[in-house]
Each structure stands twice: as C-alpha cells, then as structure tokens.
C-alpha cells in the first residue's frame, strides 16, 4: 500500500511540471513572434477561450512524514489484527469429541438367577475350584460340581466336610440370597446345605439348614483359623419347623445380609433375624455342605440361587 500512495504522488508531480513546461512554452513563442499586435490578438483570443471552456481542477495531497508514518502505522495494526482473529479461530475450534469407550459387559451379573445348567463362569464347576476348610478324602465317590442341572456335593466318609463355592466376582455391601436345595438318597438329615455372604479375606458370615429341620449360623473368622484355632464362631441355632425332610423335597433358604444385621428365611416363613455389632461387611457370596455330626453318607444339590438387593 505504500508503494501504491508513493506512486500517486510521482504522477500528480509529472502532471503538474507538464502543465508548467507548455506555459512557458506558449511564452516564449510570443515573445519570439514578429508581429506583436497580431500574437497578442491571437493570446487575447485563446485566453478568452480558455476562460469559457470548464476549468479542470486537479487537488493534489502533499504527505508529510507524519502523515506517511501514521498511514504506514493503520495497515500494520489492520494486517495485525486479521492474523491475530484467525490464529484465534483456529486455536479456539473445539478439538473433536473422543469417542466413549464402552465397558465391556461383566459375564458375572451382580443380580439375578443362576440355575446350573450348565458351567458357570460365576460359580465353581468342580471340586478342584472349592475351598475347603478341611483336607478332602481322596475316595472317587467324592464329588462336588454341576452335575443334572444342579450344583451338587457328596461327602461319602466320616470326617467333618466344610466345602464351599464361592462366587466373588462382584462385592456386596448388603444382598440377600435365595437357594433352593433338595436331599439326594442316600444321605442323613444333618446334611447342613450352608448359604454364606460378606465373604472376604477377614472371613464371611453362614447359615446352615439341614432336612432334619434345624438351622446353624456362624462367622467363620481366618485369623483365628491362622493360629490354629477353631475359626468358627458360633451365633444362634434352633429349630425350622417348615424344613422338608423327604428326598428328592425342595427346601428354599433366604439368607439377608446387611451392614448391621443378619435374616433368615426357610420356604417363606421368617425364623430368625437378630443385630450384629461390628460386622466385616463387603465380598462375595457363596453356597456349600458343612457338616460337624460325622455322619455319612451326605449329598444334597443346589437346584437354583437368586441374589437380590437386601430388603
């Protein structure tokens, strides 16, 4: 742009000096002229001419240094200001939104019904995946896993059983769990089909119901089991009249296990239900056969569990 104004300037002056060169040229060729009555008649005339035609009028603009300085000082703010609004276009355009990566779906739901089918990612399949308490007899007829839609244990000698399938896939402040177990002949009524929650590395918390119709609840405390102790606690026992003695009968439990408090259920009848102070609280879940009468034959089966929010 400032080559532009200088430019202008270079031929406004040209115009001018041209304007002034035929002036004095006119001059000097009257001056020149023979015969002066003649030249001044024929100036007279042309000035007469020149005074009626439209007279053109040329305005010209002399910059000054400021001036110039100042012209020069606007474009450079003007290119300033353009580059600065688009570098802040471009730099305040939202970068493009991140796409949400979806959690994959747990193949363990926190609640609903498992009814043994079939092996279950959740559960324990087999007795090798079982924790027991006590060391196992190596006898074949030993047995515990899915087998004929149900979660089955057999214990076929003497000894005291506490085996349990534990499921820890998903930790539970308070849950309830509802199993539904039946009696497989031959076997003896102190079969203590057991229903555990809060089970965590401190321990867990039971309840035992055997087909004679009597129930057990227990905290079993590994810490004690460390030092060589007896790790189960003892905290109520007494009487289920609505238990099914029979083979083959179903007998369903609800074990409620809350932050404080601990319930129990036996084919929809309230047995017990009592406050426990300073409860281990958040594990898993867990179903088994627990048994101190050494008796046997024992073999019961878990026909179906639903775990639901505690009530």
Avoid at 103 to 113: L, N, W
């Amino acid at each position: 742009m400032k080559k532009l104004f200088v430019s202008f300037l270079v031929l406004i002056s040209a115009t001018s000096l041209a304007c002034n060169l035929s002036a004095l040229q006119s001059k000097d060729k009257s001056d020149l002229s023979p015969n002066t009555k003649s030249s001044q008649s024929a100036t007279e005339i042309t000035q007469q001419l020149v005074t009626e035609m439209p007279q053109a009028t040329i305005a010209l603009f002399v910059a000054t240094p400021k001036a110039t300085q100042e012209l020069t000082q606007a474009v450079t703010e003007q290119k300033t200001v353009e580059a600065t609004t688009e570098t802040s276009a471009e730099t305040t355009q939202a970068p493009p939104a991140a796409k949400a990566t979806p959690e994959p779906a747990s193949e363990c739901p926190k609640f609903g019904v498992e009814e043994f089918d079939n092996a279950s990612p959740c559960w324990p399949s087999s007795l090798e995946e079982m924790k027991s308490i006590t060391s196992l007899t190596s006898s074949p007829n030993e047995f515990a896993g899915i087998r004929n839609g149900a979660l089955e244990f057999k214990h076929v000698v003497s000894d005291e059983v506490y085996l349990y399938a534990f499921n820890t896939a998903n930790t539970y402040q308070e849950v309830a769990i509802e199993a539904t177990f039946i009696k497989i002949d031959p076997s003896f009524n102190q079969n203590g089909a057991t229903i555990a929650c809060q089970v965590n590395d401190s321990g867990w918390y039971e309840v035992r119901v055997e087909s004679s119709g009597s129930f057990y609840i227990y905290r079993y405390d590994a810490s004690i089991k460390l030092k060589g102790g007896n790790p189960y606690i003892a905290i109520a026992q007494g009487g289920a009249p609505g238990v099914q003695s029979g083979a083959g009968k179903e007998n369903t439990i609800r074990w409620t296990c809350k932050e404080d408090s601990l319930a129990l259920a036996v084919n929809g009848k309230d047995i017990w239900n009592q406050e426990v102070r300073g409860m281990e609280t958040g594990g898993g879940i867990g179903l088994g056969l627990a048994s101190a009468s050494g008796k046997y034959p024992l073999n019961i089966a878990f026909e179906k569990v639903e775990i639901s929010e505690a009530r």
